[in-house]
């Protein structure tokens, strides 16, 4: 069975897997990526080994207690295997996406205008409110744990324990007191240092960086009812 690390982009799915690390599992080199309903999976190669192939082509090869790093649409069907959904404030996931841009050297500082293009068409090529709605349907879906972000690095270990539980492993301490760093080990850009918290060095907060411009674009995505239904009102 192979563990799904799961989320929309920005949600937090680093830190997750850097928590099944501290569990003791294993990480599956390469990420499975769909953002829209349709059955064909694809597993995103490492830049090592950049090939893309069919998820089902590999999933077999993967060893039965190894997670891989997943933006997996809920309407996608992945089979029996555990799936550990990571949720955020959608408001965090917007600024951390505008933050990541200057990560990865596409821009040199984030702007009101360059975050208002990540709401309503740079969130991964994809309008942020639908792309992160598409993820929700998750939540109904029998045998996934659904987790959020938050409580992930702020509950005292809460939610690792949970995390724990659900995959029928033994939960240890340091899953939660070692999440320091978060992202750390698993960098993919030589901006992102191993003493950072996260990609861009700090967590992203919204409150720092909304304008009324930005709340005028937010409110014409419909975002403040994704705020709504994602429980972050």
Not at 74 to 84: E, F, R, S, W, Y
Not at 183 to 195: E, I, K
Not at 206 to 213: F, H, T, Y
Request: overall charge negative; aromatic content about 10%.
């Amino acid at each position: 069975m192979t563990i799904f690390a799961n989320g929309p982009p920005k949600a937090g799915t680093h830190a997750l897997m850097k928590c099944l690390g501290l569990l003791g599992l294993e990480r599956e080199p390469g990420m499975v990526q769909c953002y829209v309903k349709t059955n064909k999976l694809r597993l995103k190669g490492t830049r090592a080994d950049p090939e893309t192939r069919l998820l089902r082509e590999v999933l077999d090869d993967i060893d039965s207690r190894a997670f891989i790093h997943s933006h997996v649409h809920d309407g996608i069907l992945l089979g029996d295997n555990p799936v550990i959904t990571v949720f955020r404030d959608p408001r965090n996931m917007v600024i951390s996406a505008a933050r990541f841009r200057v990560a990865e050297g596409k821009i040199t500082k984030v702007t009101d205008a360059q975050i208002i293009d990540v709401i309503e068409y740079e969130f991964y090529r994809k309008h942020a409110v639908e792309l992160i709605r598409g993820f929700l349907g998750w939540r109904e879906c029998e045998g996934t744990l659904c987790i959020k972000f938050e409580d992930l690095i702020g509950d005292q270990g809460e939610t690792t324990k949970a995390i724990a539980e659900y995959l029928g492993v033994a939960w240890r301490a340091r899953a939660y007191d070692d999440l320091i760093g978060l992202a750390g080990g698993y960098q993919l850009y030589a901006t992102a240092r191993r003493d950072h918290n996260t990609w861009s060095g700090a967590l992203s907060k919204w409150q720092e960086w909304w304008s009324p411009g930005i709340e005028e674009a937010w409110v014409k995505a419909e975002g403040p009812e994704l705020v709504k239904d994602m429980g972050y009102e």
